[in-house]
């Protein structure tokens, strides 16, 4: 019997959100459907890619291909709902959120057991970079600014779940269960109250040009 | 004696030809010669370079300087027939096939022959990639939305090529050479087809914003 | 007692300067603090990722937090000072300046001392991306076209630079100190006299459309 454990929803759920949004965006762009297709796997799959390459393992999807398969139902969900998509809207922000939120916890762990060990800090930065660089590889390929570095907080919300990762793993000894649901907790909280309340960061302007 | 194979020659044209569109849409969008050459480079050996990070495989080009010097006659043709160039463009269309679908093979069999084992599937992407991600990194250098994923059928022509060689290595049992030259044929004839006739994918429209 | 060599002073003065030509350019372009930190720390070692990653070595920065730090420092100083910045232009330059000479002769080193035996000329090639590429991937990220293969020459004197390392070290025999220093001086003047006499290379132009 196969055994679907909870974890694996979630990345399902993170994954399809992943890819739909790179999808809807591409589609936007008078991308072609496979055009389409591959800007909502990069999006999906581009951050923990990065992550991998830079702790020098092996790249989780090459192995594995339910990544694939799922940016395959995110396109075809698009394709069959897309009049639809915007009264999901809430629906697929929190899935998209849950998706951050979890892949930062995958980045942190896949950090704290790579083949070479690393200071805690790089675990945050890879928790960050595995939630939040898909989304900036998207908009790279679709050619706009980046849109993470303009709207509410979203990459700072991975840094700071990562830090909650460090007190309860380092300080407090809780095991990584406890602490990855802690750290995916206050991403998800961080984000939801960055959206409701229109939180984002200050912008540096008045330099004279 | 130099011996020079019927792979040696293919590669050279398609090494010139992928360079010689890099560096043509460089130069329209004012880049100066060295800029040009890299944009070229980076469109003939990007692809190669991304699948053999990916694969884990020493990256082909760092231990033959070929690609580079393939690169360099590029950018002197450019110069010294710039004016011409219009009028070669059904013949540096036809090499542009070439290179793709022999990257495509590369690809393939770069993956078969990877030290780690991977699915067939993996190479049917790394094919892909490797004919086919240059020419995105050309876009994003030159800051433009990657041509590939809206005009006619082009890296789908690869993974179409992949499924092909699949088939014929595992499912016929053809060895790779045979295996490979169907693959690389399916891929000229799709583009050609696709080219002569317009086909290109369905674009996602309709989506009320 | 902490040393503090020479060299790092210098590391400590490119990092800066690279960081700062990145959060500048992102706060024109709207980034939040967070991401103009992120553009920063991609400028500044955005260019020895990607060395390292084509050489397979472990990634400078993932074990030594001073380049992060550097960035914050760079974010910190643009906070304060962002109104005077411009008065220092000229400082900023030579930081530049000084920045790419150094990586230049980092990236050669870390070739010639990298797990694989690479030809001399790979050595060139990752002294010019560990100085220039990050440049790069910063145009990338706000989404304009490469700035450095647009105006003086930028990238072409790290490759000039390697040249005269590869003379110093393989033909007149040298030590890498020597070398090096010779060769950091050549990025310099050249660099020097290309911002003072506007010297660039020429575009290619004139292909009908």
Not at 32 to 38: I, P, R, S, T
Not at 99 to 103: H, I, P, V
């Given at each position: 019997m196969i055994e679907i454990t909870f974890t694996q929803v979630l990345d399902f759920i993170g994954t399809l959100a992943f890819a739909i949004s790179g999808i809807r965006l591409a589609s936007a762009k008078q991308f072609?459907?496979?055009?389409?297709?591959?800007v909502g796997v990069?999006?999906?799959?581009?951050?923990?890619?990065?992550?991998d390459l830079m702790l020098g393992n092996q790249i989780f999807w090459m192995t594995n291909s339910f990544y694939l398969i799922c940016s395959a139902i995110a396109l075809l969900w698009v394709i069959a709902f897309r009049r639809l998509l915007v009264r999901q809207n809430n629906t697929w922000f929190l899935f998209d959120t849950i998706?951050?939120?979890?892949?930062t916890v995958t980045g942190i762990e896949k950090t704290l057991?790579?083949?070479a060990e690393y200071p805690f800090w790089v675990a945050i930065i890879m928790g960050a970079i595995t939630g939040a660089a898909g989304g900036v590889f998207r908009d790279v390929f679709i050619n706009e600014v980046p849109l993470i570095f303009r709207k509410e907080i979203y990459a700072l919300a991975c840094v700071i779940g990562g830090m909650v990762y460090g007190v309860c793993y380092h300080l407090l000894g809780l095991d990584t269960i406890s602490s990855g649901l802690i750290c995916?907790?206050?991403?998800?909280?961080?984000?939801?109250?960055?959206?409701k309340y229109g939180l984002h960061l200050p912008t540096l302007k008045g330099e004279p040009e």
């Open positions: 072609d459907l496979f055009g389409a297709y591959v990069v999006t999906a799959i581009g951050g923990g890619t990065m992550r998706g951050l939120a979890l892949f057991t790579a083949p995916g907790s206050t991403v998800i909280i961080m984000r939801l109250l960055a959206v």
